[in-house]
Every structure is written in C-alpha cells, then in structure tokens.
C-alpha cells in the first residue's frame, strides 16, 4: 500500500469495522491451535501437577486415533459452515451473518471447557467449527467489499494475519496453562473473544456493496460515505459497482417501496420492484455449472487445497508433539515463536501481494513450503535439531508470504458479485476437506513415517505449484471482479502474431503505458491492431487454419445443415455508388427471411438460378434469377449472357457443380463465364470476404448509442464494395434474429436491466440467456448456395476467433482461409467519425473483458 494515501484512504470507522469483523477469522486460528500446546495434559500424558477438588477430571485419556477425531471433528463444523455462509451471506447480508456467527463462538467453547469426555469436547469443536467455518467465508468478502479499491489486496490479507493472531493467542496460553485443569481456561478463552466481537458488531455496518446490489443504493451510498470520510470522492467506486446512475432511486422512493411491503395489499407489487432493483444470485450448483465462473471455482478451490495439503496445518495443530522427542522441552517455545514470526511475515508481505501480484507471491510461497518440508524431513530423519528448528521457521514464513494471505481473496476476485458467495462457500468447503485430512491423519501418518511424512507434503507442493503456474490466473490490479480476466485489456490485440516484442513480465513493450479513460478512443488502439497503424482504411488480415490440431473447445455444430431456398434477389444501388444484391432465403428451420447481402455480381445463388416448374422468362426475372442488368423490354433472363458468349466467341460449358445442385447448363455457363468476365484475374488469391451480422433494431434503425451494429454494418459493406480490399466481393448474412438470438423483446428487457446496473452479460445472465443463441448452420448453409464453399475458401471479417469453426460447418463445408480484424470506427479515424457515446464505451468494454470478442488473446 502507498503510504503516501494511507490517511487519504483510511478512517478510524474502517479500521474499526476492519477490527472487528476480523475477530471471527482470530477465533478460527485459535480453536486450529488450542489443543496443540496442552496437548500432553489433555490426553493424560504428563502427570498433573496441580489437583483441585472439581468434579470435572483432570485430563481425558485418548489414544492418537481418537485424539486425530477430536481435533478434526472441528474441521467438520467448519465444512458445514462454510457451504451455509456464503448462501446465507448473498441473502441475508454480510453483517448479519457475521453476527450469527458469534453464537458459535460463544457456545462452542463452553462445552469445550466443561467437557468430561471425549464426546463432549468433540461437540464443542464441531460447534466452534461451524462458527470459524461461516467466518472465514464471510469476512473475506466483507473486507474486500468495505476495503478502498486499491488496497483490497492489503488488507485481504489481515485474514490470515488475524488468523496467526488468534494462533499466537492460544499458542501463548498454552505455554503458561499447560497444567493441571488449566488447559480448561485456555479452550475457555475462545468463548470470551467470541462474546468481545458479539459487542463490537452491534456497531458496524452492512457492506455497502452488497446493499447496492440488493437495490438500496442510497442507503449504500449513506454508508460508504460513512466508512470513506467525507473528503473522499466515491464516484469511482460506485460506478464500479455497476450502479453508475445513482440518482435513479432517491430516498423517498426506497422509502415508499420499504412502507408498501408493511400493506398487504400492495405486497405482490412491491416485492416485484425490489426483485427488480435486485441483482440474482447464484447458487452453489448454479456457480458449478456456469460456462464463465466454473474455471474461476476450480482455481479457488484448488488454491484452497494447497493451502492446507502443503502441511501447515501439521505444525500449527501438531508441532509441539511433532517436536517433542526432538526439541526436548523447546519445542512449545518453538511453536510459539513459529506464531510470532507467521504472524510478523505475513503482515509484513501485505504489501506484496499488490505490489508483486497473487500468482507470484503464491508461487514463491509455495516454492519456499516445497524446499522447507525437504529440509524439516532430513533434519527429523537425521535428528538435526538445528536443521529442524530452521526449516520450520522457513515453512511457516513461506507461508505466510502468500499460500496464508491470497486465497481468502481469490473469490472475491475472479467472479462477479452474483457468485462469490457460493464460490468462497465452496472453496472454503475444500479448504475444511484438506484441513480434516491433514488433522485426522496427520497424527497417524506421523506415527509410522516420522520426518518421511514430508517428503509427502513436498510432492504436493511441487504439484500444487505446477497447477497454479498453469492454471490460474492474475488478479493484480483489479479494483472491480469484472476486471478478473487473465490478462489486462491492454494486453490484447487482434494478432496472433507470436514474434511481438516483450519485455520481461511477458506484456508487449507498446501496451505498457496506462489505458486511456476512453475504450473507443484512438489512443487505446493496440500498435499490432491488423493494419499496424492509425487511421487505416484497409485492416490486414490474418491467415487461419481450423483443420490444425488445438486446444480451444470446439463449438457445437449442427450434425446436417438446414435446407435453404433463396426466394428472390434484386438489385440495390447505394448512396456511395456501388451496387449490391439482395437475397431472400427460406429454410426449413424456422419462418424467418433471412438475408444475404451480396456485393460483386459473380456470386450467385444456386437455388434462385435453378429451373422451377412451370415458371416462364419473365417469373424468372422477377424473382431475380438473370444474368446481367433487367432494362425495359428484356424478355429473357439469360440474353446478357447469349450476347456476351457471341461477342467472346466461346462456347458453353457445363459446371460440373451444377447438376447436383439443380442448375440447367446454359444458367451454369452463364455462371462461368459472368465469372471469368468479372472477377480478378488470380481469384485464389483473394477469396471473398464474408460477415455473418445478426440484425438489431435498435443498432441500425432507430439512431441507438447503446452498441455498435449499424456501424459494423456499414463498415463490412465499405470492405466489400471497395475493389483494393475485396476484388472477388463479398457476403453478408444477415439473420433475422436480434442480437445475440434472443428477439427484440428480450433485448429491450436486457437493456432495462443495464440502467439498473447491469452490464451487457450480466443482463443476459440475468434473464437466462445462452452465450450465443445464434444458428450458424443457416449461415453456413446459404453461403454453400452461394456458391462460396470448397477450397477456395473465403476471408472472414470478425474479431471473434471461435466463430471461424462454427461458420465453417461440421464437415467444413466452408473454409475460412483468413480472418479480418473488424476495428472500431473511431480507432480508424482519430476519434473524427465512429459512436461516441457512454453506453457503447461499456458495451465494448464489455466484450474485451467478459465476451472476449472485441479483441483475441496473442
């Protein structure tokens, strides 16, 4: 964290609410570590040197198997905590979570200190674990949401600095009270904490983040001003939220809205508005099965794994005894100074975790655990007290560098705000699976493989370190979880050209300044843009090979091509001179007309030319299946033709692709020779272009800012008339569904649900929509009855990668030779023509960062 913006940044509230709301995770280290210390006169071991006349006895004998379930069974509590608290934390609220919480904490420990059998103690740490379990789901969250944008990585960490406090806590009582009935007070000392953070959240407040997305933005507003100060300008963060118009809801309409739920008969109508005004939230099978966030959750849960199954848990909870026979009667001090120095790394590397990043500062922890367990293992096998004693203060520094810290922030981070309740639920549901492992096997294991056990945990570190390298993602920077993709949005460019210049972070040299404020202006435009530099009216394509082997997903192809039947053509002249043909397509699928917007007059289609029973000269014509121009007078669809054969003086041949296709030869060899007449003289050379546009009524007849369509449209049309870029022409399929396929209707829904708030994907999650609804078979289809399949091939203007293979047909019916970069206006220009507009800046920033269409990854 700059300390240049500490005081700018930070209130007394907030360090209270930091305070306080942290005391949950402190109560999670302590009851990790409480049984560790006293642990010899707890199981009977040492012989009490202290008697009182009590009733309770002074220790509980317990063999290493029922002493691993006493200690693991609070790793059970807090599964089942933590797969409740994010559900109950999206509905309910992070405060009032926090606040049921501390029932846990309070009644958990007074069985615990009561207890006169191993069943009563187990209860009271499977209660205790319930508490420590909701917590540590919670209060992450919670930080990050409470916490200024730039430092949540900060302060994300004191989780786990408080965590290691709550472990120095117990740990320290534990070196004084390790006697007698004393250990009593010890397990007792929890439930006093607990009732300390009970007092304290009577005072807090409600994440203001989370109010917002529940519709109170007002109120939310109210309490980050609150939590801010009042020189803090909150505009910023707000808008991050994705509640940029925040005047919509003033207080005197939440107000009427909170009154009418008390009117029974205006209950129906106000529950409607406020599920209105509220964003959905995902459930816990629902974040599994979700196409965007099911990567995020396996990174998650896989970190979390890490954390425990890298052994830390095997000095926090068994040090002492692990040590015992090796370190004599320095081993609890070892462990409590091990607690001390957790808790001085792990505040002390904070820092780091926004300055170097998650992915680094979690590599290099695990790399530090991996060597430590190495070294530990040979020092116990060896009995090298030295060697031992360093390596655990090495494990558990490494720890605390980042495996500790970063993956109590990851969720929030890598998903939006609908999902990180049920994903920090199911990462910390993983994270309790580990811990439960670890404890309850761990003191066996220990048993029968002494110092080996390590070698154990460095081979998990070495694999945990190779998943992570590969896997996940960085989250540095990020001050909003839409921002959670892998790479920033400077680090994208419409290239795949491997040979970029980069520097040493691996980003290329010309993407290192800092973004400009406006996505749709110039001075955004990557330098490896196809066309190299800006303005340039003739974008570069990139050659493209679907049959090579990959590693992308395929897309999901229809298994046969509908059938399509172009009912009419007729000739559109345009303001800038050049002509077009425009086609009208039927098929077998749905009663849509579907249009083919074609340019150059030697690409036909198969099914207009073909003969139809009982239809005459002039039928023909009509419907637009002649060769050349229509003038007054004609009489034959094919005398063009007739006349440029005599004056060529050559003879007709037959298109062998003609007869399967139901074209007469004389129509074939009109074809032929339109083509020859026509087309450039190396046609392979350049095959034509072709864009597959589904209509929007709102981008391209009613004037709309909201996106770009009518633009994309104009500017396809532009690179197919111009001779230069596209001598062979082109195709526009236009299909006759809005949008993404989902209809006008849903469409206007989406946009209603964006001035609540929402972005362009996030809308249509809301409203269940599918990635993409479109049908790319009709256009696949209509471009074979155009003739443009085969080898040939063609060139494909779009900026989405993925729709290559979909255009291209289940048996690659159609082959996309090259792909041309569709770039915005604006980026061509110098900002001089192109929208300009506040809704189709977030609409592209939407498409880099969530679609991923607007830009490809390098």
């Known amino acids: 964290m700059d300390p240049r913006t500490w005081f700018a940044d930070l209130t007394v509230y907030f360090l209270y609410l930091l305070s306080v709301a942290t005391i949950g995770p402190l109560l999670f280290g302590f009851h990790l570590a409480e049984l560790n210390a006293p642990e010899d006169v707890i199981r009977c071991k040492k012989t009490s040197i202290v008697t009182t006349g009590a009733e309770l006895p002074h220790c509980i004998p317990m063999n290493p198997t029922q002493w691993g379930l006493v200690g693991s069974i ?30 846990f904490f309070a009644i958990g420990p007074v069985f615990e200190a009561v207890a006169p059998n191993i069943g009563v103690m187990a209860i009271g740490r499977f209660i205790s674990g319930i508490g420590a379990g909701a917590a540590v789901v919670v209060v992450p969250i919670y930080i990050s949401e409470v916490a200024p944008p730039a430092e949540k990585g900060f302060f994300g960490s004191f989780t786990q600095v408080m965590v290691n406090v709550g472990i120095l806590i117990t740990q320290s009582l534990g070196y004084f009270l390790s006697r007698g009935q004393y250990w009593r007070v010890i397990l007792a000392a929890g439930g006093i904490i607990g009732l300390v953070q009970t007092l304290g959240l009577f005072l807090a407040v409600e994440s203001p983040k989370w109010l917002a997305d529940e519709g109170s933005l007002s109120k939310a507003k109210k309490i980050l001003r609150k939590i801010r100060g009042d020189k803090f300008d909150l505009e910023e963060e707000v808008s991050a939220w994705g509640a940029e118009i925040s005047d919509e809801m003033d207080d005197e309409e939440e107000t009427l809205l909170q009154d009418e739920d008390h009117m ?27 196409p965007e966030y099911n990567k995020a959750v396996i990174a998650v849960m896989m970190v979390m794994l890490a954390q425990q199954l890298c052994g830390i848990n095997s000095i926090i909870m068994y040090g ?36 170097l990043g998650r992915k680094t500062c979690l590599l290099n ?51 939006g705000p609908d999902a990180v309740g049920a994903t920090q639920s199911l990462a910390l549901a993983a994270n309790w699976i580990a811990t439960f492992v670890v404890a309850q096997f761990f003191p066996l294991a220990s048993e029968i493989l002494h110092g080996k056990v390590y070698f154990i945990f460095a081979g998990l570190a070495a694999f945990f370190w190779i998943f992570i390298a590969w896997f996940v993602p960085e989250t540095k920077g990020k001050k909003t979880v839409d921002e959670s993709s892998t790479r920033q949005i400077s680090d994208f460019n419409l290239t795949y050209d491997a040979s970029s210049p980069t520097n040493t972070n691996g980003e290329a040299q010309s993407h290192s300044h800092d973004p400009p404020p406006s996505l749709i202006s110039p001075a955004f435009t990557p330098p490896s843009t196809p066309g190299r530099s800006t303005p340039n009216p003739n974008p570069r394509s990139i050659p493209v090979d679907s049959s090579l082997p990959s590693s992308d997903p395929p897309p999901t192809l229809l298994n046969t091509l509908p059938i399509v039947e172009c009912e009419v053509r007729a000739r559109i002249p345009t303001t800038t001179g050049q002509e077009m043909f425009l086609h009208v397509y039927r098929n077998n699928v749905d009663n849509k007309e579907h249009l083919a917007i074609v340019f150059g007059n030697q690409i036909r289609s198969r099914s ?30 094919r005398l063009d033709q007739i006349r440029r054969e005599e004056a060529l003086g050559t003879k007709s041949s037959r298109n062998p692709d003609s007869a399967s296709n139901g074209v007469d030869s004389e129509t074939a060899s009109a074809h032929t020779k339109v083509d020859e007449a026509v087309q450039d003289p190396d046609p392979a050379s350049t095959p034509p272009l072709v864009r597959i546009h589904s209509e929007c009524y709102t981008g391209e007849t009613v ?38 396929g989902i209809g006008l209707g849903e469409k206007l829904k989406a946009y209603n649900l964006q001035d609540l708030g929402n972005d362009t994907y996030e809308a249509n999650i809301i409203l269940r929509h599918p990635a993409d609804a479109r049908s790319y078979g009709l256009a696949t289809a209509m471009l074979m009855d155009l003739g443009l399949g085969g080898e040939r091939g063609i060139r494909l203007l779009t900026n989405n990668p993925d729709k290559i293979r979909a255009v291209e047909g289940p048996n690659r019916e159609i082959v996309v030779r090259e792909r041309m970069a569709m770039v915005p206006l604006a980026w061509k220009t110098g900002g001089k023509e192109g929208i300009k507009s506040e809704e189709v800046e977030k609409y592209l920033s939407t498409k880099i960062e969530k679609f991923k269409h607007m830009l490809s990854q390098q």
């Not at 090298?384 to 495996?403: C, M, Y």
């Not at 029973?613 to 050349?628: I, L, N, Q, S």
């Not at 229509?630 to 669809?637: D, H, I, K, N, W």
């Open 608 to 637: 207009l030319d073909s003969e139809r029973p009982g239809e005459t000269e002039f039928d023909r014509m009509t419907r637009g299946a002649y060769v050349g121009r229509l003038y007054p007078g004609r009489t034959s669809s």
């Open 74 to 103: 609070f790793t059970l509590g807090g599964l089942l905590g933590a797969l409740c608290a994010g559900p109950f934390a999206s509905r309910y609220g992070r405060l009032r979570t926090m606040q049921f919480t501390t029932i």
């Open 365 to 415: 922890s695990i790399t530090g655990m991996g060597i430590s367990s190495l070294l530990l293992a040979i020092g116990i096998i060896r009995s090298i007290p030295i060697l031992s004693a360093v390596a655990v203060l090495l494990f558990v520094s490494s720890f605390g560098l980042g495996l500790g810290p970063v993956p109590f922030i990851l969720s929030s981070e890598l998903v």
């Open 320 to 355: 002492v005894s692990l040590l015992s026979g090796l370190l004599k009667s320095n081993s609890a001090l070892l462990n409590l100074g091990v607690s001390a120095i957790n808790i001085v790394v792990t505040a002390g590397c904070a820092p780091l975790v926004d300055k």
């Open 264 to 290: 029974s008969h205006h209950s129906e109508t106000s529950t409607s508005k406020r599920k209105r005004a509220k964003k959905e939230v995902l459930g816990i099978l629902q974040v599994i099965r979700h």
């Open 703 to 740: 004037w709309s800012a909201r996106c770009d369509c009518g633009e994309q449209l104009d500017e396809a049309a532009r690179l197919m008339s111009t001779p230069s870029i596209s001598p062979s022409g082109g195709a526009i399929i236009y299909l006759r569904q809005e949008g993404r």
